[in-house]
């Protein structure tokens, strides 16, 4: 099967007054269609700058993308695309929700405006269908009384029901792909899982790839079938959901996974990852995570891994090649 | 949740100053059906001249036997008019030249903002003492203009600013991550979004014009006699104060119940219309 997106070698850097910190370095992964991949990492290890990246939302900011990254949507280069091709990806193509919902929508616009703008930018279609289009979409995320609704302004709505409103939004011009960055964060926890609920039905019936970046690996462990993990601007382990929960293969994912309370099994004090993630300007020699690393060697301060395969799956840890070194 | 007008309407000293405007405006549009008098009309040189309040001339007459009463009247048609009307220009040039500034390119913003800083540096009461006294004869028209011309600087600052904070804000991003057109985002997004601090400032305006054309009129710089406006009724008094100091302290007090009620609708509506006082 061909993925929809193919990101190959995405770097992302940033103009600092130390230099050029990358945020995103030499990231590599395939979303097919209908899948969700859920992309994890701490605050900082470059998942949302990955997520502009494709988009190209950076530009006009101090970031650079490196020129040999590719971003291929549907074997064509999104990076190299010229203004007006870019807009007709951007929402029509690929769309994205983001954390906020409250500062995502305009306050002085009602939520009609803003479904019927994003479709007409997009679609030759009249006024009238265009809000016919919004009282149906505002439907289809479970807002009640959508007709009504859209001459609403956003202030009159709840955080939960903005977030339905964005993604409504989002889904407006039938995306291929939905990247949502962190789309429950901003939320209480009984209306994240509401929302989290909608997307992933969503996705299923509209045959949508859903890109989900997030840093709950509850999340991910409900709706994701695949999972990448980053550390310090890079993937530092990509695989199946389940595989990844029940095996982790990176040091990272496994202390990860440590610092996660269980309901099952015994209470236990919560692991934690010794140290502190160095700045994206003064990354070690080496495997980036070594210094905090439960199983490093001299190897890892040395050689700086690749995403190494082994099964139907990949982690830049030279434990792929010597499991022998891996500590109980 | 209240009403915009509502809400408004709450907070007693923007009430205050709501009255005062709609009332003075509207006597001051009015003022051919209040006035009893012409306010250009020498009515009686020998018995009505410099007479002190009275029921027939509650704001008493001036030295040329022409009622005070009507001439605030009508002056504050002109004052208003041409304060309204040179804030209007004044708010519509600083608000294109700001918004440009804010989202054009590095270059045009320095280049629009330093000259906005130059013209900053000269003090604006010089300014129109300088092109009005190389003007001569000046109209009503060229008053408005050259008011609202030397008036705009202030705003387009403000203007700037906004945009810049604007062009950060979540729903600029996500909308353009939905694939707006940059243009339709300027516009559409972003111009209601000034909305608020522009209408403010705009209130504020009108009361310092009103207090700047008072002193231009007054210095026989501005609204020339025998068309009246406050300041050039206070100017004809000024020299009958010691004897008739009706003739001045009328206008006087026009000038002071606008400005302040300028002021307090002005600070209402800032504290209405900004959502962070909500």
């Keep these: ?328 | 949740m209240k009403t915009f007008a509502q809400r408004l309407w709450w907070h007693r000293r923007t009430r205050a100053g709501l009255l005062l405007v709609s009332i003075l405006v509207l006597v001051a549009a009015l003022a051919p059906l209040f006035a009893p008098y012409d306010p250009t009309e020498q009515l009686d040189l020998v018995t009505r001249q410099m007479n002190p309040p009275s029921p027939a001339h509650p704001f008493g007459t001036d030295f040329f036997s022409r009622d005070v009463f009507s001439r605030v009247l009508y002056g504050g048609r002109i004052s208003l008019a041409i304060a309204f009307l040179a804030v209007f220009l004044s708010i519509t040039v600083g608000t294109i030249v700001g918004w440009l500034a804010g989202i054009g390119s590095r270059v045009v913003d320095s280049v629009l903002m330093r000259t906005v800083d130059a013209a900053l540096a000269i003090p604006r009461i010089f300014l129109l003492l300088v092109v009005l006294a190389l003007w001569n004869d000046v109209g009503i028209t060229a008053l408005i203009m050259i008011l609202g011309f030397t008036g705009w600087f202030g705003t387009s600052r403000l203007v700037r600013a906004e945009v810049l904070s604007l062009r950060e804000r979540g729903f600029i991003h996500a909308a353009h991550a939905l694939g707006i057109g940059k243009l339709r985002l300027f516009i559409r997004h972003l111009l209601p979004n000034l909305a608020a601090p522009v209408i403010v400032t705009a209130t504020l305006g009108v009361g310092h014009v009103i207090l700047i054309e008072a002193g231009l009129s007054f210095l026989g710089i501005g609204v020339r006699p025998p068309t009246p406006s406050w300041g050039s009724i206070i100017q004809e008094g000024q020299s009958l104060l010691a004897i008739a100091p009706w003739i001045a302290a009328f206008p006087g007090f026009a000038i002071v119940l606008t400005v302040v009620g300028f002021s307090l609708l002005g600070d209402g509506l800032r504290d209405t219309l900004d959502p962070r006082s909500r």
């Design chain 1, 1 to 328: 099967m061909n993925p929809i997106l193919r990101v190959r070698r995405l770097s992302t850097s940033f103009r600092t007054a130390d230099g050029w910190a990358p945020a995103v370095d030499d990231v590599s992964f395939d979303l097919y269609a209908g899948e969700t991949l859920g992309l994890v990492g701490e605050s900082g290890c470059g998942k949302t700058v990955t997520a502009l990246s494709i988009l190209r939302l950076l530009e006009g900011t101090s970031a650079q993308i490196s020129k040999d990254s590719t971003v291929e949507y549907q074997n064509v280069d999104v990076l190299k695309l010229n203004g007006g091709a870019l807009r007709r990806v951007r929402g029509a193509e690929i769309a994205m929700v983001f954390q906020d919902p409250t500062t995502s929508l305009n306050p002085v616009l009602t939520i009609g405006t803003q479904i019927v703008e994003t479709l007409r930018a997009h679609r030759r279609i009249s006024r009238r269908d265009a809000r016919a289009r919004g009282v149906e979409l505002l439907r289809l995320v479970g807002l009640p009384d959508s007709e009504e609704r859209l001459d609403a302004y956003p202030h009159q709505l709840s955080g939960g029901m903005q977030q339905r409103v964005m993604i409504a939004i989002a889904l407006s011009c039938d995306p291929k792909i939905l990247i949502a960055d962190e789309p429950t964060t901003a939320l209480d926890v009984t209306i994240q899982a509401q929302i989290i609920e909608l997307l992933a039905t969503l996705k299923q019936r509209l045959g949508m790839a859903m890109m989900l970046i997030t840093h709950d690996l509850g999340i991910v462990a409900g709706i994701a079938d695949r999972v990448a993990v980053m550390y310090g601007g890079q993937l530092v382990e990509v695989a199946p959901t389940r595989s990844l929960f029940r095996e982790p293969v990176h040091p990272y994912t496994e202390a990860l996974l440590k610092a996660v309370p269980r309901l099952d099994g015994p209470t236990q004090r919560l692991a934690v990852i010794p140290g502190s993630v160095p700045a994206a300007t003064a990354w070690p020699a080496g495997c980036r995570f070594h210094p905090r690393c439960a199983h490093a060697w001299d190897r890892c301060g040395d050689e700086h891994p690749s995403l190494l395969s082994i099964s139907d799956r990949h982690a830049r840890c030279w434990l792929v090649e010597q499991p022998e070194r891996r500590k109980p």
